[in-house]
């Protein structure tokens, strides 16, 4: 018999390295050698003859066979670490190391905090965080770098997964210090009078907030400084430099630790920027990322 040719090192193997899309990543999952790990997909394309993965730009690609093995054997692992687990009566302590995106403010203020409590109950997981651009999450998911990620509004590739988590309120934001007013204003004519800071060039946090709130299509503001840090852009403002759109968690905080910090009213109705949660649904997480996936979900929707 076929099966009897194949043993479950064989699988597994092929398992982290369909997952990791890397030989190196997963010998290190694994604790085997890169050339142990290349010998048991070699053996498991021998027995099966069928090749399992093409080297394409250095980059390992599974053949449409990997993808209809992958499938089934992933689905087997878990059905057997449960049925194993429940014969032991016990709970397995979770190990492990689970990789993590997040947007720099949204992960700090609201993901990191989170994992702290997490992790209290479950010392022996360890996170890897990498925070960053929505752009950037999408390209390190892809690659099999994360297993997970928070991305705000922005068009990930088709092979990513998205599910709303959060609605963060974005808020235009200025030094008391300038004597604007503190009245909702929708008069386009108002903001072309200030200054601004802003993320990028192209001004696109502004003009949703200024589309929003005073209906200006087409916005020509006078931004003295761009730089794509909420943190570097709330200092700014602080400094009376300009004008600011700022996450309402972080206008809050600025605001509860008594800093001169003068929310924009607008037309009174919230923009809201959608935080979801990223994955690949074809990668298998192992328990401690299933869990902390399943945690942060559950424990951020309740927000």
């Known amino acids: 018999m076929l099966i009897d040719q194949i043993n479950l090192n064989q699988l597994r193997v092929f398992e982290s390295?369909?997952?990791?899309?890397?030989?190196?990543?997963?010998?290190?999952?694994?604790?085997?050698?890169?050339?142990?790990?290349?010998?048991h997909i070699k053996a498991l394309e021998d027995v099966l003859e069928l090749k399992l993965f093409d080297r394409i730009k250095q980059?390992?690609?599974?053949?449409?066979?990997?993808?209809?093995?992958?499938?089934?054997?992933?689905?087997?692992?878990?059905?057997?670490?449960?049925?194993?687990?429940?014969?032991?009566?016990?709970?397995?302590?979770?190990?492990?190391?689970?990789?993590?995106?997040?947007?720099?403010?949204?992960?700090?203020?609201?993901?990191?905090?989170?994992?702290?409590?997490?992790?209290k109950k479950n010392p022996k997981v360890q996170f890897r965080i990498r925070q960053g651009f929505p752009f950037e999450m999408n390209h390190l998911l892809l690659g099999g770098e994360l297993d997970f990620a928070f991305v705000d509004s922005f068009a990930m590739d088709k092979g990513v997964t998205t599910q709303p988590v959060y609605d963060e309120v974005l808020e235009l934001c200025v030094s008391k210090k300038l004597g604007v007013s503190a009245k909702g204003v929708t008069d386009p004519e108002f903001y072309q009078g200030l200054t601004y800071v802003d993320y990028q060039e192209e001004q696109s946090?502004?003009?949703?907030?200024?589309?929003?709130?005073?209906?200006?299509?087409?916005?020509?503001?006078?931004v003295r400084l761009y730089v794509m840090d909420a943190q570097a852009i709330s200092k700014m403002i602080l400094s009376g430099a300009g004008a600011g759109v700022l996450p309402g968690h972080l206008a809050d905080k600025l605001v509860a630790a008594g800093e001169e910090l003068q929310i924009m009213k607008g037309s009174g109705k919230p923009l809201h920027n959608t935080i979801s949660i990223a994955y690949l649904e074809e990668k298998t997480l192992t328990p401690a990322a299933k869990s902390t996936f399943d945690f942060l979900k559950s424990n951020i929707l309740k927000k």
Not at 205 to 222: P, Q, R, T, Y
């Open 17 to 39: 390295v369909f997952r990791t899309k890397s030989m190196t990543h997963a010998a290190r999952e694994l604790h085997l050698t890169q050339s142990g790990v290349s010998q």
């Open 59 to 119: 980059k390992l690609v599974p053949t449409p066979s990997a993808k209809e093995l992958y499938k089934h054997t992933s689905r087997s692992f878990e059905e057997i670490e449960t049925i194993l687990n429940r014969l032991k009566k016990t709970d397995k302590e979770l190990t492990g190391v689970v990789s993590i995106g997040l947007p720099i403010e949204f992960g700090n203020n609201i993901v990191i905090p989170l994992l702290s409590e997490f992790q």
């Open 205 to 222: 946090v502004l003009s949703m907030w200024m589309k929003h709130h005073a209906g200006m299509k087409a916005v020509d503001l006078d």
